[in-house]
Structure formats: structure tokens, C-alpha cells
């Protein structure tokens, strides 16, 4: 596989030279975090790193090798590579969950032959809510608008979520759904 420009490289591109490389040695990590508001707004937002899980903890020297055969070194627990400045990836401890909901079944994506993961966007909406909710990350709203407005979700599913997530949920979904019919 080509590598990207990897002075350009957006985080779209990066998950998926990352995500195929990990994908070909059998270890599927799905893309969490800011990174898929960056991929779903279609670069309006940037996010400067893309988070993966990697289901079993047992694969981490795995992903060492994978990593560093592209060209990524580890600088403690960041993969940065030498040619890309603005962007670096980090494996996040599993489960995949969103606030309290562990049941999070993530899109499949194609690409080049293999299946790559990421949180739906109504995953990706719920889980920037969550941080707005439990952290008060006024800029998760946000994110979660961006998301909103330029992908189909199901505004239900982010409703009944924030109704069932601890603190003042449905404060967040009536701010969000009030924004976002705007």
C-alpha cells in the first residue's frame, strides 16, 4: 500500500494506511474519539490524533511491530512518525463504550480488500454528548452538532441514550436537539 503525504495526511487517510496495515495482520482496532467528528464533518473539525481500540490487551507487541513496520515509533503512549507532524495515534484501553452503554456495535467499513471499524455516527454523536455531559466539554457539543448536520443518525437512539446516561442527560439531548433543528 502507498504510504500517505504524510505532511498533508488528513485523519481519514492516516486510519485508513493505520487501520489496513493493522487490519492485514489480523488485529481490528475500531476508530474512537475526535477523529471520527474530523472523518464525519468532513474536516471541519480536526482532531490532531486518532484514539483506537484494540479489543484484546494480549496484542499489544502485535501492534508494536505493525506500527513500527510503517514507519511509527512509540513515545510513551503515543505512535508518532518522524514525517508527520500534526497527527499521532494512540490505543486506548477496551471495551468500546460511550458513557455507560457497553454495547457498542461500530460501522464496517472496506477498504483495499480488508474491514475497518468506527463508531457509527450516531456512536460518534452520543459519545462527544457524554463528554459534554460528565466534563462540561462545551466544544463536544459542538462537535456533536457537526457530526449532526452533515450525517444520518438516529436522533431516538441519542435521546434515549442521554435519558439513560447518569447526571443531567436530558438537559444535554434538549440543548442538542434544539440546536441542531435550528
Not at 98 to 122: A, M, Q, R
Not at 132 to 160: I, P, S
Not at 163 to 174: H, I, M, Q, R, S
Amino acid at each position: 500500500m502507498e504510504e500517505p503525504d504524510w505532511s498533508n495526511v488528513n485523519e481519514e487517510e492516516l486510519w485508513k494506511f493505520v487501520g489496513w496495515h493493522l487490519a492485514n495482520k489480523g488485529i481490528q482496532s475500531i476508530l474512537v474519539g475526535g477523529a471520527v467528528v474530523a472523518i464525519y464533518s468532513k474536516g471541519a473539525y480536526r482532531s490532531g490524533d486518532l484514539d483506537l481500540v484494540e479489543p484484546l490487551l494480549s496484542r499489544a507487541a502485535d501492534i508494536k511491530s505493525v506500527m513500527e513496520s510503517i514507519g511509527f515509533n512509540k513515545v510513551n503512549r503515543h505512535y508518532v512518525h518522524p514525517k508527520c507532524k500534526h497527527l499521532y495515534i494512540e490505543f486506548v484501553s477496551a471495551p468500546v463504550s460511550i458513557g455507560d452503554d457497553y454495547k457498542i456495535v461500530p460501522d464496517e467499513k472496506e477498504f483495499k480488500g480488508k474491514i475497518l471499524k468506527i463508531l457509527s455516527p450516531t456512536d460518534c454523536i452520543k459519545d462527544r454528548l457524554a463528554s459534554y455531559l460528565h466534563f462540561k466539554a462545551r466544544e463536544c457539543l459542538d462537535q456533536a452538532l457537526l457530526v449532526a448536520k452533515t450525517q444520518k443518525f438516529d436522533l431516538e437512539k441519542v435521546r434515549e441514550w442521554c435519558l439513560n446516561e447518569a447526571g443531567n442527560g436530558k438537559d444535554v439531548f434538549d440543548e442538542f436537539a434544539n440546536l441542531y433543528k435550528r
